[in-house]
């Protein structure tokens, strides 16, 4: 528990230093999500969710949200459950450098399919709700979504990929070791 609370705190930490996309003032870059994967390759699964949760309450509860509702940090923690779940599940098969890249781009894969959906119907919908904005016309919201957020995820998935496998390098004997003393007790 100790450690989990440490990975959010950090996770939260890089959450804060978030790099503008470039066009859409909504989107944020932040590397929040390498703690979470730390975590669910470590212990699993469940981990690494509860990282990427404590995370997105604490930055609702520090920053709050132009809507009063987390409508950001919601889509934050789905976006970052997609993208840790493929790592962790075959980093469990598949306990490699190779297994990690896989896990990594299907995570990058997870992420911008799912999201494109779910910001079509319910994340763009809702920020237009809570901010009493007019509702976007269907063609623009997926023009949006195909300029916007399919290449902000990949962009996103890769730059947390470098990073994590940069790490990885220097975390690997450790990162089994761990494992090790999971699978022993």
Known sequence: ?????ALSS??????MLEIPYPGFVFLN????????????????????????GLKNILHYLIKSSATGVPVGELANFISGVLYIL???????KIATAKGVAAGLALGTLSM???????????????YTLFMNFPAMPAAELARTITA?????NIVK???????FLMLYGRLKTWLSK?????NAA
């Open 148 to 152: 916007g957020i399919i290449p902000f």
């Open 1 to 5: 528990m100790v450690v989990l609370a």
């Open 29 to 52: 870059i932040d590397f929040s999500d390498v703690p979470a994967i730390i975590a669910a390759v470590v212990f699993g699964p469940a981990a690494g969710i509860i990282v990427e």
């Open 10 to 15: 950090v996770s939260f930490l890089l959450m």
């Open 157 to 163: 998935g890769i730059l947390v990929a470098a990073v």
């Open 86 to 92: 493929p790592i962790a599940f075959i980093y469990k």
């Open 178 to 182: 761990q494992r090790a003393l999971r």
């Open 112 to 126: 911008t399919v799912i999201m494109s959906i779910l910001n079509y119907y319910v994340i763009f919908p809702a």
